[in-house]
C-alpha cells in the first residue's frame, strides 16, 4: 500500500523555521515528482513545490524561504521553511504523481495526511 505520511509541523513565532518532512513507504520516491500544498483555514489548497528530475519549482510566495530537499536512503522528502510568516500557517501536505503536471490537477496518486503549521507570537 502507497503511503505518504507528513511530520514536523507545529506553532512558531513569525521569522522561525520549521522542517517538515514526508515519508514514504510503498513506493520508492526517486520515480515520482513530489509535491508541497497547503490548505489555510477558508482557503482552497495551494501547491508550493513540486520537485521532479532534480529540479525544484516553487510558488513565488515562498521563493528564497522554502527549499526542499530529499533523503534517498530513507526514502523522505523534506521541507525546510525559513523565515515564517503568519500567512504560511496552513496545514500542509505532500504528494506524488508521475508529473509535476499530473500535481497540478489536485488528482495525485498519492495523498498525505497533513501536517498543521502554525507561524504566530
Known amino acids: 500500500q502507497m503511503q505518504l505520511v507528513e511530520s514536523g509541523g507545529g506553532l512558531v513565532q513569525p521569522g522561525g523555521s520549521l522542517r517538515l518532512s514526508c515519508a514514504a513507504s510503498?513506493?520508492?520516491?526517486?520515480?515520482?515528482?513530489i509535491g508541497w500544498f497547503r490548505q489555510a483555514p477558508g482557503k482552497e489548497r495551494e501547491g508550493v513545490s513540486c520537485?521532479?528530475?532534480?529540479?525544484?519549482n516553487y510558488v513565488d510566495s515562498v521563493k528564497g524561504r522554502f527549499t526542499v530537499s530529499r533523503d534517498f536512503a530513507k526514502n523522505t522528502v523534506y521541507l525546510q521553511m525559513n523565515s515564517l510568516k503568519p500567512e504560511d500557517t496552513a496545514v500542509y501536505y505532500c504528494?506524488?504523481?508521475?508529473?509535476?503536471?499530473?500535481?497540478?490537477?489536485?488528482?495525485?496518486?498519492?495523498w498525505g495526511r497533513g501536517t498543521q503549521v502554525t507561524v504566530s507570537p
Open positions: 504528494a506524488v504523481d508521475p508529473t509535476c503536471l499530473g500535481l497540478k490537477t489536485m488528482s495525485p496518486l498519492v
Open positions: 520537485s521532479s528530475g532534480g529540479s525544484t
Open positions: 510503498g513506493l520508492t520516491l526517486d520515480y515520482y515528482a
